[in-house]
């Protein structure tokens, strides 16, 4: 690499990617950023995500593979020193890598189309661990899109974009949507939409999810409100086989999210497919 | 109450129960703290295992059963100031209860019966808070007994303590067992010990997990080393339907007791029960 290596935490170009870690400046500049090797890797796999990255002298010939990449994309590689990225870097061990990113999310109604079969809706989640744990939940059951409601995180908070290991850049996100809006959407794309609530009169055993589903989640304290409740098709709880009052949120949202994958999957194995290519 | 208020966070009360934040001490005086009212209020219900209790004011007037609970059964109740509780607690807002407990874990041979039909073990888990949420994910699922190897974290850790959300004395608890140990006890009392990792040929939509059942779970970030996943009798994966490239620990743990649990109790509804009463 050419050039001098950001040794100033209060260069211009620092101070524009550090300003990133409030809201108000993602919001202002649509921009976010994603820490670390897997989270920048997936951001460089989708076109035109990645502004600049920003890699300690260690993590470039750690992972040269993923700088080379960014500069093939023509993507503006700025060399930091130790200081600098811990300046950036949100977590305690900064893993060298950070990069700046155009925001990812899509419009609702763009998220949903005549194939969408599960979607997990965060109605109330406030905690963005949780949040980005829900998320990547999702992704590894398969989930087509994940909706974060304007009453719940930001999903570009750094913390989300951590715990969701990369998911953020695997499927259509939506942020904002007002819940009864999407609630709205769902159904109308043809989607059985169910709160996932401890209050639920029936549990995860007895309802049928084979078929297309969304899922909703609430909050991590009080789950979801009755407006919420009565929107949706069905409220169904996770049953609690021992002495647990509960489960964690992410933990439900994961048990949820794999018993309607695995109906669907059992469902479709059992019938002809429903279209050919 | 009668007499007075803790306010000196230096008094040899206070001091006693605080350095049971540290292992060393917990180990040598075999007891933990145990914080909030859920904690209490399930610490509680088990027979001589809250030896003190100290609350504020205001907890006590809001919790105030909780309290009585523990007055009736002679347990020294200390009113401690806001300053003394936030020196004992180790939570950014502490709720105003907090019990200082005997250990409740339980020898190995004990949490094992005939009736045993499913067991978590935790194998390497090192983040306390993960290893919590798994505990309350078993008892959520019905297992028989948690396991906590030699490798894995203390489960007296506050932090594990407050992620178990009571679960730690809702099922017999084992902590300290090396692991050869357990999976040759486990695989003794009957049970299939299964190897929950990524690196697993086979899939939980490809075992039958209508039997009595162990799941080993390894490390956050490295899964399980080779010995165990040889000592195992499977090594199982969560499949990944989506582009995730992994599953959290504790959601991958709580999927993997979910789908044991729905099948033994799918197996148990189809097949008469195997001992009458």
């Given at each position: 690499m050419a050039g001098s290596e950001l040794t100033n935490i209060k260069s211009p170009r620092v101070k524009a990617a550090r300003r990133l870690t409030k809201r108000a400046f993602r919001d202002r500049d649509r921009s976010f950023l994603a820490e670390g090797p897997q989270a920048v890797r997936e951001a460089l796999a989708?076109?035109?995500?990645?502004?600049e990255l920003f890699t300690t002298a260690e993590a470039e010939s750690r992972h040269a593979e993923i700088v080379a990449a960014a500069r093939d994309a023509g993507i503006p590689v700025h060399r930091a020193s130790g200081e600098v990225m811990a300046e950036l870097a949100q977590t305690v061990t900064p893993q060298g890598l950070l990069a700046v990113c155009r925001f990812v999310h899509v419009p609702l109604e763009r998220s949903?189309?005549?194939?969408?079969?599960l979607v997990a809706v965060l109605a109330h989640v406030r905690d963005p661990g949780n949040a980005g744990t829900v998320l990547r939940a999702a992704d590894a059951a398969g989930a087509d899109a994940v909706v974060f409601t304007d009453a719940s995180v930001d999903p570009y908070n750094g913390k989300c974009v951590r715990a969701s290991a990369g998911s953020l850049f695997h499927l259509p996100v939506v942020t904002g949507a007002p819940v009864t809006q999407a609630v709205r959407a769902l159904k109308d794309a043809g989607l059985r939409v169910l709160a996932a609530d401890g209050a639920g009169e029936r549990t995860l055993d007895d309802v049928d999810l084979s078929g297309p589903t969304a899922w909703i989640f609430g909050n991590e304290a009080w789950g979801l409100p009755k407006e919420i409740l009565e929107l949706a098709d069905d409220v169904v709880r996770v049953p609690i086989?021992?002495?647990?009052e509960s489960l964690n949120l992410a933990t439900a949202a994961a048990v949820c999210l794999y018993a309607s994958a695995r109906s669907q999957r059992a469902a479709g194995a059992q019938s002809p497919a429903p279209k050919l290519p």
């Amino acid at each position: 690499m050419a050039g001098s290596e950001l040794t100033n935490i209060k260069s211009p170009r620092v101070k524009a990617a550090r300003r990133l870690t409030k809201r108000a400046f993602r919001d202002r500049d649509r921009s976010f950023l994603a820490e670390g090797p897997q989270a920048v890797r997936e951001a460089l796999a989708l076109d035109d995500v990645v502004t600049e990255l920003f890699t300690t002298a260690e993590a470039e010939s750690r992972h040269a593979e993923i700088v080379a990449a960014a500069r093939d994309a023509g993507i503006p590689v700025h060399r930091a020193s130790g200081e600098v990225m811990a300046e950036l870097a949100q977590t305690v061990t900064p893993q060298g890598l950070l990069a700046v990113c155009r925001f990812v999310h899509v419009p609702l109604e763009r998220s949903l189309t005549d194939e969408t079969r599960l979607v997990a809706v965060l109605a109330h989640v406030r905690d963005p661990g949780n949040a980005g744990t829900v998320l990547r939940a999702a992704d590894a059951a398969g989930a087509d899109a994940v909706v974060f409601t304007d009453a719940s995180v930001d999903p570009y908070n750094g913390k989300c974009v951590r715990a969701s290991a990369g998911s953020l850049f695997h499927l259509p996100v939506v942020t904002g949507a007002p819940v009864t809006q999407a609630v709205r959407a769902l159904k109308d794309a043809g989607l059985r939409v169910l709160a996932a609530d401890g209050a639920g009169e029936r549990t995860l055993d007895d309802v049928d999810l084979s078929g297309p589903t969304a899922w909703i989640f609430g909050n991590e304290a009080w789950g979801l409100p009755k407006e919420i409740l009565e929107l949706a098709d069905d409220v169904v709880r996770v049953p609690i086989y021992g002495r647990a009052e509960s489960l964690n949120l992410a933990t439900a949202a994961a048990v949820c999210l794999y018993a309607s994958a695995r109906s669907q999957r059992a469902a479709g194995a059992q019938s002809p497919a429903p279209k050919l290519p």
